[in-house]
């Protein structure tokens, strides 16, 4: 059976200290782990971040779809978890709180990742009339 797309980007982010390539060859990545708000099944969503202080900054952009992604629900359910962060921190595994940011907060994380990463204005524009949620990950 093939590698789905989220298991071969998660099984080359450990095998090369949170470095993958296309599409993603480049950009800071983090592993975020959260549990399944009916399930309790523990997953792991494979997303681009930025670094806000010491904490990251994470986008529900699920590439621009009219839906917000599953991991987004879960994280609001159930916020303290563990992230595995990319290369700048080796591969490191932190225990992190969720929160949402909401106006002003969110308004400047968002755009300053749309202009570090231009592809978000596309999702953005995609998911229309969806407003794409940012969460910040803080170390705890």
Known sequence: MAEDFNTRVIREFRENEGRVGPPFEGAPMILVHHRGRRTGTE???????QQVGEAFAVF????GAPTHPEWYANLLA???????????????EVAVRARE????????VWEEQKR?????????????PRVIPVLLLEPR
Do not use: C, I
């Not at 159930?78 to 290369?87: F, N």
């Not at 570090?116 to 229309?128: I, V, W």
């Open 43 to 49: 997953h792991v969503a494979p997303l681009v971040f």
């Open 60 to 63: 529900a952009s699920k590439a």
């Open 78 to 92: 159930s916020p303290d978890t563990t992230a595995e962060v990319g290369a700048e921190h080796r591969g490191a």
């Open 116 to 128: 570090r990463s231009p592809g978000f204005a596309d999702y953005e524009a995609k998911a229309a």
């Open 101 to 108: 940011l909401h106006g002003e907060e969110r308004d400047t």
